[in-house]
């Protein structure tokens, strides 16, 4: 390569020792739908007010479920959506403020590869064209140039020269993907946001484009957001790793501290989910209750508090039998499916526990959930309460009645991101607050005092 690649590479091996930072951002939010119409007019709150950085020269993984806001956050970043609020500031400049000609001059540092690469490349298109598009759109040098250089990103992402004229569909999903990498690396960006770059391909093709994307990060001194929800592949090839849940990201750190002893009991619950082979790991999965709540309607306090293993419980009920508060969550948690006017029918019907409970009348719900159960009169007391008012259709005053004797820190604050350990980790959950480390189960799991 040029002797431009090689100075750019010595100045980012330096920048990722020091953990500099390339991309910054600050409170960022990212809503749907703002200018009202769908829905009663609420928005989608896509990305809910994020916070983190990007080091130059890592591999940043970013997971999470389908819907929480991953790739929304990847096109923020790029400027294809326009920010709500917050700022993202890149190499010093704050990007979200940027248009015309000096949005159009920054955008050669930042690309963007997509999860399917047959419906992000032109058919109409020769593979060489497409390879040649931004350098076209960007004027780039001379036309005799620009040849060369497609050429030798053919090379680079390896594919040959006689592959210059052919077009996209003799191409297998592997070699799609090089064309759409090469696309990507013909600007010589320093940052790339990679949006589950390998999901649609066979697992055998999987590795040697991840391999490609590691051997490419190496010569180029590039920068990766890596979105994928694969989470053995970021375990490989990430160096930190963000867990977005709603809109948030609930933790953020170095990759092996995370994998190895999450903090958050969100992470707690994703990681639960990957079976993993190792001989002493007493790793149960994890069940959530209930359904994720919809971005246009995101739980107060912690976004995950209504699904939360290991949400506080209010004093007056530490000592509460622990059944008993989980039926209370249960019947929380079903008046706040059937409150919830985003999701359809079949969405509530799904819903809880395997329980069909959109047919069932309320005295039925608490039937089945308390029957078998001591449950102490006062509790009762609330519990009869909130099913009067569901009998008169006050859902509403049904689930305040519950929430303020059963609500806790976990439903009334946000939590902040804290600092977790000596790695750099942070994490967004009250328990990770001194005065409720101690309480309830939470240490067992989780002793990071
Ligand atoms: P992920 O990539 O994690 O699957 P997305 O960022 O695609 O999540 O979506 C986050 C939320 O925003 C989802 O609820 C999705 O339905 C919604 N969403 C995504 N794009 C749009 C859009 N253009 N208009 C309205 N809602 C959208
Ligand atoms: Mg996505």
Redesign the pocket.
């Known amino acids: 390569m040029t002797s431009l690649y090689q100075e750019r590479r010595e100045d980012e091996a330096m920048g990722a020792q020091s953990g500099e930072r390339l991309v910054e951002v600050d409170g960022l939010k990212t809503y ?2 703002e200018e009202g119409g769908l829905l009663g007019g609420k928005p ?1 709150k ?2 809910d007010g994020v916070t983190f950085d990007v080091h130059r020269g890592e591999t940043l993984g970013l997971v ?12 923020t970043l790029m400027q294809l959506e326009t920010a709500t609020a917050g700022s993202v500031e890149y190499d010093g400049t704050d990007i979200t403020t940027l248009s015309g000609k000096k949005l159009k001059e920054w955008r050669q540092n930042v690309q963007m590869v997509f999860q399917d690469p047959d419906s992000s490349l032109n058919t109409r298109m020769t593979v060489g064209e497409l390879v040649m598009e931004p350098l076209n759109v960007h004027s780039w040098k001379t036309p005799q140039k620009r040849r060369e250089r497609v050429r030798e990103l053919l090379d680079v992402v390896g594919l040959s020269e006689e592959h210059y004229y052919r077009y996209p569909f003799q191409f297998s999903g592997g070699q799609k993907q090089r064309i759409g990498i090469a696309r990507a690396l013909a600007l010589e960006p320093d940052f790339l946001v990679l ?1 589950e770059p390998v999901s649609a391909l066979d697992v055998s093709v999987q590795a040697k484009i991840l391999n490609l994307l590691d051997d490419l990060q190496d010569e180029f001194g590039l920068t990766y957001l890596l ?1 994928a929800h694969d989470l053995s592949v970021v375990e490989h090839i990430c160096d930190r790793v963000a867990v ?1 849940y709603l ?1 948030n990201i609930m933790e953020i750190g170095p990759v092996d501290a995370i994998f190895d002893e999450p903090a958050n009991p969100y992470t707690n619950s994703l990681l639960s989910a990957i079976p993993e082979p190792k001989p002493n790991a007493e790793k149960s999965r994890i069940t959530l209750r209930g359904t994720p709540p ?2 246009r309607d995101p739980p107060s306090g912690c976004v995950f508090s209504t699904r939360c293993p290991y949400k506080i419980r209010p004093d007056a009920y530490e000592n509460l039998d622990d059944d008993v508060w989980e039926g209370i969550e249960v019947f929380r948690e079903v008046l706040r499916e059937r409150g919830d006017v985003t999701k359809s029918v079949r969405d509530r019907l799904r819903g809880l526990l395997g329980m069909e409970t959109t047919g069932m009348d309320v005295e039925e719900v608490v039937a089945d959930t308390f029957d078998q159960l001591d449950v102490p009169s006062d509790v009762q007391q609330y519990i009869d309460e909130a099913v009067e008012h569901v009998e008169r259709d006050d859902l509403v005053s049904a689930q305040e009645v519950l929430h303020e004797e059963f609500g806790s820190v976990c439903e009334n604050e946000e939590p902040e991101q804290l600092a977790v350990g000596d790695t750099g980790r942070v994490s967004r959950c009250h328990r990770h607050r001194e005065e409720y480390m101690g309480t309830q189960t939470y240490q067992d799991v989780h002793d990071f005092s």
């Open positions: 749907y739908g989608v896509a990305v999470g479920e389908s819907g929480c806001g991953k790739s929304t956050l990847g096109r949006d979105i977005m809109g919809s971005p």
